[in-house]
C-alpha cells in the first residue's frame, strides 16, 4: 500500500514538473511575440491584438512602461518554478537600466496567460 501511495506521489510530480516546464516555454514564446508596435497600439477594452497571442488583461500602466523600455531590446527570462499546481509565473523583463516583474496566471481552459500586476525589480 505504502508502494502505490509512493508511486502516486511520483507520478504526481513528474507530471507537475512536465507540466510547469510546458507552461514556461509557452510563456517565454508568447511575450517573446510582443513587439514595440502592437504596444503602441494597443486596444484597452478588448485587448484584441493581444489575445490573439494568449495574454489577456493588459493595462495602460503597463503599456506605457513596457513602451518606455522599448521591448525589442529587453531580455526575457521566467523565473523558474519546480511545482506548478496553481501557483502563479513571474516573468523578468530588463533592459539595463531598468527591470519590470509582471505576474501572470495561466488559465488552462482557455488556453490564455493573465496578467495579474506588475512591479520594478532590482
Known amino acids: ?25 509557452k510563456l517565454s514564446t508568447t511575450f517573446l511575440d510582443i513587439d514595440q508596435e502592437n504596444l503602441q497600439y494597443l486596444e ?17 500602466n503597463l503599456q506605457h512602461e513596457l513602451h518606455k523600455m522599448d521591448m525589442d531590446k529587453c531580455t526575457l527570462e521566467v ?19 531598468q527591470c519590470l516583474r509582471i505576474y501572470v496566471n495561466y488559465n488552462l481552459f482557455k488556453s490564455v496567460f493573465s496578467i495579474l500586476g506588475f512591479k520594478s525589480c532590482e
Not at 502505490?4 to 514556461?24: D, G, H, Q, R, V
Not at 485587448?47 to 494568449?54: Q, S, T
Not at 523565473?79 to 537600466?97: T, V
Open 79 to 97: 523565473r523558474r518554478d519546480y511545482f506548478y499546481f496553481f501557483q502563479n509565473k513571474a516573468i523578468d523583463i530588463s533592459n539595463g537600466k
Open 44 to 60: 484597452h477594452l478588448s485587448n484584441a491584438n493581444f489575445y490573439a497571442y494568449g495574454i489577456e488583461n493588459i493595462g495602460e
Open 1 to 25: 500500500m505504502i508502494r502505490k501511495i509512493l508511486l502516486l506521489l511520483f507520478s504526481l510530480m513528474m507530471i507537475s514538473i512536465a507540466f510547469n516546464y510546458y507552461i514556461e516555454k
